[in-house]
C-alpha cells in the first residue's frame, strides 16, 4: 500500500491534503479515486489508514480510520559523511541511509574534503522525505548543519565511534558485538579517506577504526556497507 509522509496533524477523523506535489502523485501518478486506501504518516511514529473521501482541484479529504503508534528506538544511530565532492554520491549514502533506518545524519568537513557546504540542502530533504515513504519508516530522519572536524572532536558523541579505513584499523565490523541499546557514531571519510591525524583523533576521543575487506572501497559503497552490517543485525 502506498505510504504518504505529511506535515500536518494526522490525530483527527480526516486529514486535508493540499499540498501541490503529493496531490500530483495522488491525483495524476497513482489515479486516487473516491474509496482508494493509503497510508498517512507525521514521521513522528504515527502511521494512519486513510481512505479517500472526496476529491477536487485543490485538496483531497481523507477518512482517517486505524492508526499505529510506533515507540522510538532506544538506540541512537549516527551517520557523520564527509561532504562529498560529487553531488550524486552524498546524495545516494543520505537515501540509503535513510532507508537503512540511520536515525541522525551529520554532514562532516574534514582535512580532504574539497566542498564545505552543502549545496542544496532542499534537494537532500526531498531525498530523504521520498526513501521515508519508500522504506515506510515511521521516523523522519534528521539531517543536521554541517560540522567542522574540529567541533565533532570538541564535543564528540556519546556511545560507540566506528570509522574505516583500507590502510589500518583495530577490527573487523563484521565481527563487532553490540546491544540494542549502544548508540552507534558511525563517520565515513570522504574520497581518499582520512588522515593519518584524523585517525589518530578517532583514537584519542575513544573511537575504533574498522576494515570491511581487503580492498578499498569507494566512500559510497563503504558507507552502505557499513551501515548495513551495524544497523541489519
Known amino acids: 500500500m502506498q505510504h504518504f509522509l505529511v506535515d500536518q496533524d494526522i490525530s483527527g477523523e480526516h486529514a486535508v491534503i493540499s499540498d501541490e506535489e503529493m496531490l500530483h502523485q495522488m491525483k495524476n501518478v497513482l489515479r486516487f479515486v473516491k474509496g482508494d486506501e493509503c497510508v498517512l504518516m507525521d514521521g513522528k ?36 559523511v564527509a561532504v562529498s565532492k560529487k553531488p550524486a554520491t552524498f546524495e545516494l549514502i543520505i537515501q540509503k541511509a535513510t532507508e537503512l533506518g540511520i536515525t541522525d545524519i551529520i554532514p562532516l568537513v574534514t582535512e580532504r574534503c574539497q566542498v564545505r557546504e552543502i549545496r542544496n540542502q532542499k ?16 521516523f523522519l530522519p534528521e539531517l543536521h548543519e554541517v560540522l567542522k572536524w574540529s567541533d565533532f572532536l570538541k ?12 590502510r589500518m584499523h583495530d577490527l573487523k565490523l563484521g565481527g563487532l558485538k553490540l546491544s540494542d541499546l549502544d548508540d552507534i557514531n558511525l563517520v565515513i571519510g570522504p574520497e581518499g579517506g582520512l588522515t593519518d591525524k584524523e585517525l589518530s583523533d578517532i583514537h584519542e576521543i575513544g573511537g575504533e577504526i574498522f576494515i570491511l575487506r581487503d580492498t578499498v572501497l569507494r566512500m559510497e559503497t563503504a558507507a552502505i556497507a557499513a551501515m548495513s552490517i551495524i544497523l541489519c543485525r
Do not use: C
Not at 503508534?69 to 532506544?74: G, K, L, T, V
Open 123 to 138: 534537494r537532500l530533504l526531498h531525498i530523504i522525505k521520498e526513501a521515508t515513504e519508500q522504506s515506510e519508516r515511521a
Open 45 to 80: 511514529g504515527s502511521k494512519v489508514q486513510a481512505v479517500v473521501e472526496n476529491i477536487d482541484k485543490k485538496t483531497i479529504i481523507m477518512n482517517l480510520a486505524s492508526r499505529e503508534q510506533i515507540d522510538p528506538s532506544n538506540r541512537r544511530a549516527a551517520l557523520y
Open 155 to 166: 564535543n564528540k558523541p556519546g556511545g560507540k565511534i566506528l570509522t574505516g579505513d583500507a
